[in-house]
């Protein structure tokens, strides 16, 4: 399984777009890139998935250049509650493993 | 329920106790993982079912722990000879899918909180 790197953590303020970058320079060609949220107390939770080029859904966009080495989450307009820490993942969704990393703890600021 | 229950949500456990962690998955739900999860840190595979069939244990540390699902719904971590090292949140996911947790489509529970003191 691909290991990742994220920044350790990174603040923000309300209304901003936040974007975390992740490094997988190890990515296979089955692999595919996903991203988690989690709260405190709370089980990590799915945002996003994708293989390459650009996914967007309700909740964030997830940018993949065509080396596939690296990958961006954007959150637009965070809010408050967007303070969590956001795991990203690299694996072969046939596989039976997800390998976490330490993720990235986002801190929105009013 | 519509979600993935574990109980309890705290436990504290005198070092050399048993504990039993229960996780009772979304009802239908064919894979059911274990994660291990110390504070600050990501969660760490332990064990994976498919219905009752446990596939992989190989996250599982030490021979103290051991997991089952005898009915394919239901599922028990049970850690004998609690040591302090095992302190950590205990994260169990399931899925209407066979395989693969790297994608959308798995429920992770809120854990259960293991304290050994």
């Known amino acids: 399984l691909a290991k990742t790197t994220q920044p350790i953590s990174m603040d923000s303020y309300e209304g901003q777009e936040v974007n975390i970058t992740c490094s997988h320079n190890?990515?296979?060609?089955?692999?595919?890139i996903t991203w988690y949220q989690q709260f405190p107390s709370q089980g990590p939770r799915f945002i996003i998935q994708g293989y390459k080029t650009k996914v967007t859904n309700e909740v964030a966009s997830l940018f993949i250049p065509a080396d596939r080495k690296s990958s961006t989450l954007s959150l637009p307009r965070v809010s408050l509650s967007d303070t969590a820490v956001y795991y990203c993942l690299v694996g072969d969704i046939g596989g039976f493993k997800t390998i976490f990393g330490a993720g990235t703890r986002l801190f929105v600021k009013a | 329920g519509a979600g993935v229950s574990q109980s309890p949500r705290y436990k504290v456990a005198k070092r050399g106790q048993d504990v039993a962690l229960r996780c009772d998955p979304i009802?239908?739900?064919?894979?059911l993982f274990w994660y291990q999860q110390a504070l600050g840190q990501g969660p760490e595979f332990l064990t994976y079912?498919?219905?009752?069939?446990?596939?992989?244990k190989s996250g599982l540390p030490s021979d103290r722990f051991f997991a089952e699902r005898p009915e394919g719904s239901v599922s028990t971590l049970k850690i004998q000879r609690t040591q302090q090292e095992d302190s950590a949140v205990y994260l169990c996911?399931?899925?209407?899918?066979?395989?693969?947790?790297?994608?959308?489509?798995?429920?992770f529970g809120s854990g259960t909180r293991l304290t050994v003191v």
């Open positions: 996911a399931s899925s209407a899918r066979d395989r693969g947790i790297v994608g959308n489509g798995y429920t």
């Open positions: 190890n990515i296979a060609t089955n692999d595919y």
């Open positions: 079912f498919q219905n009752e069939a446990q596939l992989d």
């Open positions: 009802s239908g739900h064919v894979s």
